[in-house]
């Protein structure tokens, strides 16, 4: 937006002039990626309730809610950083208009924060009755409210599901960006979902059974597994788009970005896959926690390829 005032009659000329390059960058990408642990995390918690006794995983119901709202509030941190101006969020809130992707988006955002905190506090108030002092709020919070746990979780799960994939509506409703389906963007941002929150939970996973250890070696080699195969297919069989083809260019044969998409992929999906894979077999918890460290940085890195590279066409 350019603008320029005539000092003679104090007139204002504006003239909309399209941004070359690059608009959604590493901060947007940031942003996808810490949400998908938030709301990861909470998928897999859910999925161990089911499968194991929660004595099995004795950290996850106070480790699970920190990790979220930890992730979640770099979330929200980096969207807030994105914005021109940040204070017009607070229009969002004050003068929702309910037909934007963005305002309901950062409605459900804030929604499954406040859960995410309630639970926090329940955990870390019943894990440690004295912290930070003897008689705080968070010890009375947490030791009386333990049945509220389980019955936010399934609000907690029901609202994940929107939280996690909004941001691909508002991706495939950018024009002239053929490459950000909304159908495949959806099913990328759930696996990655699955995919960030095992690999988060495996760090806290030193103290659980084998089995339970085994359950999320098997989320993270199916997540990889399938996200490799969606990012493959979009990647080879691009052909009846001649935008999305002349996007992919850009990593195809050597060109930009092509050296850090397939780094990404191979650390954040295939030598992932192959550890959890064997790590099914045999119990190794460092070779997991390797995997989830080189899921957690390659799904970053192909991440970052795929926001950038459909904005390197021109638009005109």
């Keep these: 937006m350019v603008e320029n ?4 009659t104090q007139a204002v000329v504006t003239l909309d002039v399209p941004i070359q390059g ?3 960058g590493s901060i947007i990408t940031v942003n996808m990626w810490a949400k998908s642990i938030g709301t990861g995390v909470v998928f897999l918690a859910a999925f161990l309730w089911f499968r194991h006794n929660k004595e099995d995983m004795p950290n996850l119901r106070w480790a699970m809610p920190i990790i979220a709202f930890l992730a979640l ?3 929200l941190l980096f ?3 994105d914005l021109h101006q940040p204070y017009r969020m607070i229009n969002i809130f004050l003068h929702p208009h309910w037909t934007s992707s963005i305002t309901v988006g950062a409605w459900l955002a804030s929604i499954f ?6 639970l926090m506090f329940i955990g870390v108030g019943e894990k440690f009755p004295g912290v930070p002092f003897k008689g705080c709020l968070l010890t009375k919070f947490g030791r009386n409210n333990g049945p509220l746990y389980e019955k936010l979780m399934p609000f907690l799960i029901f609202l994940a599901i929107p939280v996690t994939t909004y941001t691909a509506i508002i991706m495939a409703q950018s024009s002239a960006r053929e490459l950000w389906q909304a159908p495949t963007e959806v099913m990328q941002m759930m696996w990655a979902a699955l995919m960030a929150g095992s690999a988060a939970l495996i760090f806290i996973s030193g103290e659980w059974t084998k089995e339970a250890r ?7 080699a199916l997540s990889t597994f399938f996200s490799f195969g969606m990012y493959m297919s979009e990647y080879f069989f691009s052909f009846k788009s001649s935008e999305a083809e002349a996007v992919l260019a850009f990593v195809h044969s050597g060109g930009s970005y092509n050296i ?3 780094i990404g992929m191979t650390l954040g999906f295939i030598i992932p896959f192959f550890i959890a894979v064997g790590n099914m077999k045999s119990d190794n918890k460092t070779l ?6 080189l899921a957690l940085v390659g799904l970053f890195l192909v991440k970052d390829v795929w926001l950038k590279i459909p904005q390197m066409l021109p638009l005109s």
């Design 73 to 75: 509030n770099v979330f």
């Design 5 to 8: 005032a005539i000092h003679a």
């Design 22 to 24: 690059i608009v959604w």
């Design 214 to 220: 085994k359950d999320l070696a098997l989320i993270l």
């Design 79 to 81: 969207t807030l950083i």
């Design 260 to 262: 850090e998409f397939w």
């Design 288 to 293: 997991l926690k390797f995997a989830a460290i």
């Design 113 to 118: 924060l406040g859960l995410i905190s309630i």
